[in-house]
């Protein structure tokens, strides 16, 4: 069974927020059904560790000097993974 959350908000019109009249705030019930979990951290699926790769002067530019692989156990968008260089 999924986890259900149960939170009451405060809420008021957005245009009372920048108006002198008197506004009323409204209470509403809001119940969060949680689908996923980000549970499991990606994983490095390569190994040596550290990743060391030596690019050969003659590498032909555009061509695969090494590829980083990970991989995550959860469903769904939580198990992406995603790489980013950064300088």
């Known amino acids: ?10 809420v008021r019109p957005s245009w ?6 008197r506004s009323d705030w409204y209470l509403v019930r809001v119940e969060i059904t949680v689908t996923d979990v980000n549970d499991n951290v990606p ?4 190994a040596p560790v550290p990743y060391l790769a030596v690019v050969s002067p003659e590498a ?5 000097v ?16 995603e790489f980013f260089l950064f300088r």
């Open 60 to 64: 032909v530019p555009g061509s695969l």
């Open 66 to 81: 090494y590829q980083l692989l990970a991989r995550d156990d959860d469903g769904g968008d939580n198990g992406e993974v």
């Open 16 to 21: 009372a927020v920048h108006c002198e009249c």
């Open 1 to 10: 069974m999924a986890p259900r959350h149960r939170i009451r908000l405060a």
């Open 43 to 46: 994983e490095w699926s390569m």
